[in-house]
């Protein structure tokens, strides 16, 4: 007999699981608690639940992790996880620690669709979305493994960054419970503000998400202007980028925080010139966007054929900016001696949708482009990126 694995439930899908076994709603929450606040797996181990209860869910559910594949802890605390999903997929999730607060980055798909050109992921291809239980089994795996490793009682990990493998919001109908969970004070309790989800630029999804439940959000901008952002980022063809920025300021309205934060990955000579910073200065002023920029120092990585910006370029970039009103951090490279830096994560995935073959095409046909300085936008196809509506 089939069991129902109940990491794939919020609180209300695991509340119409109980009422189907003839139990109240209260029984849920002590349930939920159970598995999420206190690592339980074992239905015997949950001694407030009525004996009657126990015997009912040891026979139609489960509690189910993800099999770890390989463990690397990185000589500056980073601890990246390689779990096995099944059909030969596995994703990765890092946790980095700081001393004000511990960072969980989560996978939302085995591969990613959207194939941006600096991404390990991307080059991978794709093959599926996760359940709401693969998410959710990342956090709940991490979570515990650290209280024991750490030798804490009290919660480890205070922030989720949905910035491991995947683009959360082509998953949309996985990822709003897998949010549920991780906000729900019966489970981890983590505040909206400290729940992040990065997207490439989904625009529907981002106006889903604000009504549905807004967490904070980070677009991964990384191009002043549409003829660069097609070619790094492939969504923009099908939502260009004032499209996207009309989206966030709609989600501003609901959204924790008062600003977007926009990556921007420094890529030696493509998209870190003085023009550049200039262009994006303007952009967020035609939009009136309220935002901050984080500028990631690019993990090389061979098949993508680009180069990390150097240093002085991009504190000069950042200066810019700052300069003009913005506020700009550089990210710190945390965990790049595992492969664990942004960007690096690669996990193992059957590309089922010859994504990577595209993408090596695609490397081909722009291997001799120039640097793209004028916003001109170039006459491409819409991509037939898969999207979830
Ligand atoms: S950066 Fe994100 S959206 Fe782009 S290919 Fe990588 S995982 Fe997918």
């Known amino acids: 007999m089939t069991t129902a694995n109940l990491l794939e439930f919020d609180l209300d899908g695991l509340a119409a699981f109980c009422e189907k076994l003839g139990e109240k709603k209260f029984r849920a929450t002590q349930l939920f608690r159970w598995i999420h606040q206190r690592g339980a797996s074992d239905f015997t181990q949950m001694t407030d639940l009525a004996k009657s209860l126990r015997e009912k869910l040891a026979t139609t559910a489960r509690v189910e992790a993800l099999s770890v594949l390989t463990q690397h802890e990185s000589k500056d605390g980073t601890i990246k996880w390689l779990f096995d999903v099944g059909g030969g997929d596995a994703v990765e999730a890092v946790f980095i620690p700081e001393?004000?607060?511990?960072?969980?980055?989560?996978?939302?798909?085995?591969?990613?669709?959207?194939?941006?050109?600096?991404?390990?992921?991307g080059h991978q291809g794709f093959s599926r979305n996760l359940t709401t239980g693969e998410i959710v089994a990342q956090l709940w795996f991490a979570e515990h493994f650290l209280r024991k490793h750490l030798n804490r009682s009290e919660r480890v990990i205070s922030n989720v960054v949905m910035m491991g493998m995947g683009e959360?919001?082509?998953?949309?109908?996985?990822?709003?419970?897998?949010?549920?969970?991780?906000?729900?004070?019966?489970?981890?309790?983590?505040?909206?503000?400290?729940?992040?989800?990065?997207?490439?630029?989904?625009?529907?999804?981002?106006?889903?998400?604000?009504?549905?439940?807004?967490?904070?959000?980070?677009?991964s901008l990384h191009a002043p202007n549409d003829a660069l952002r097609d070619d790094l980022v492939p969504l923009n063809r099908k939502y260009p980028i004032a499209e996207l920025l009309e989206a966030c300021k709609r989600y501003l309205v609901h959204a924790p925080r008062d600003f977007i934060t926009f990556e921007y990955c420094m890529l030696d000579g493509v998209n870190d010139q003085p023009e550049h910073a200039r262009q994006l200065i303007e952009l967020v002023r035609t939009h009136g966007v309220s935002c901050k920029f984080n500028l990631i120092p690019?993990?090389?990585?061979?098949?993508?054929?680009?180069?990390?910006?150097?240093?002085?370029?991009?504190?000069?970039?950042a200066r810019t900016l700052s300069e003009a009103g913005l506020v700009t951090t550089v990210r710190k490279t945390r965990g790049d001696d595992i492969d664990a830096a942004c960007g690096q994560l690669a996990g193992d995935v059957k590309d089922r949708t010859r994504a990577a073959e595209r993408m090596a095409q695609r490397r081909a046909a722009v291997a001799e482009r120039p640097v793209v300085l004028h916003p001109t936008r170039a006459k491409t196809p819409k991509t037939t990126v898969p999207q979830e509506h």
Request: proline share 7%; glycine share 8%.
């Open 298 to 317: 690019f993990n090389p990585f061979p098949a993508s054929g680009l180069l990390r910006s150097p240093q002085p370029r991009v504190l000069a970039f």
């Open 168 to 219: 959360p919001l082509q998953n949309y109908s996985a990822l709003v419970p897998a949010l549920r969970t991780m906000l729900d004070d019966n489970a981890y309790g983590l505040s909206r503000r400290r729940v992040t989800v990065s997207t490439s630029g989904v625009v529907p999804m981002i106006d889903r998400l604000g009504t549905d439940c807004a967490v904070a959000m980070a677009v």
């Open 99 to 121: 001393d004000d607060r511990g960072t969980l980055c989560v996978s939302s798909q085995a591969g990613c669709a959207v194939g941006c050109r600096f991404c390990s992921t």
